[in-house]
């Protein structure tokens, strides 16, 4: 198994820009997320997925875009990126729906917005 | 509004001697909680986790953790620190709210090991 794979590994983008991160699992887990990593703040959920067509939002939704089609993949889409999304994300999934599940963690996007 | 404070940003500990990174959750309900270690460059993974039963945890690398319901934490501790262990911890909670589970993170803890 693969795992939770992400790409891109770095992206530069210039204020306004959009693009989408691919986030994909192969293990057949239900649930899915998206943080950003920032220094001094920790993980910061984003959005995330208990299934396939099912998404809400986390705590730093605003700018973020997101859609489950299939359990596989999980796309995050950045609508007009700002300097304030630069970050390192990471997506992860779960197995059920979570709670006493660990989550898996894929290796991460650093992105730099200019 | 939930919440998991780990107390001390950075860490620094001798080769050999114990390691403690300490972990407060703040939730009416006791949550299920976790440790997570990241390696530079990489993502995270877990330690170990406290789900129910028998409150001390034992997980990778030698490290455990004690869940105290009365004091509201989840401490990680090693007796004996190695080189290898130099990373960075977080310790998690995954909460249910509003119909589906959750998980918030601390802000993390640099642990670094003195040779």
């Known amino acids: 198994n693969a795992g939770v794979t992400q790409t891109p590994k770095f992206q530069v983008l210039k204020t306004g820009q959009s693009m989408t991160l691919q986030c994909a699992q192969d293990?057949?887990?239900?649930?899915m997320s998206w943080y950003r990593q920032d220094p001094g703040m920790g993980l910061r959920l984003i959005h995330y997925s208990v299934g396939a067509g099912i998404t809400d939002q986390g705590e730093v939704p605003n700018g973020y875009n997101v859609s489950r089609s299939t359990t596989e993949d999980f796309p995050l889409r950045l609508l007009s990126a700002a300097p304030s999304q630069t970050s390192v994300y990471f997506c992860?999934?779960?197995w059920g729906g979570g709670g006493t599940y660990e989550q898996y963690f894929g290796p991460g996007t650093r992105l730099t917005v200019t | 509004a939930q919440s998991v404070t780990q107390l001390g940003s950075h860490v620094s500990v001798s080769e050999g001697a114990l390691v403690l990174l300490r972990c407060n959750y703040s939730s009416s309900v006791p949550p299920y909680l976790f440790w997570y270690v990241q390696y530079p460059n990489q993502g995270l993974q877990l330690l170990l986790k406290y789900t129910t039963g028998a409150t001390l945890v034992k997980g990778i690398n030698g490290f455990e953790a004690e869940f105290k319901k009365s004091e509201t934490s989840f401490h990680l501790t090693k007796p004996s620190a190695h080189m290898s262990d130099a990373a960075e911890y977080f310790c998690?909670?995954?909460?249910?709210?509003?119909?589906?589970?959750?998980?918030?993170f601390g802000t993390g803890t640099r642990l670094k090991v003195l040779a």
């Open positions: 998690a909670v995954s909460l249910y709210t509003s119909g589906t589970y959750k998980y918030i």
């Open positions: 992860a999934s779960c």
């Open positions: 293990m057949n887990h239900e649930y």
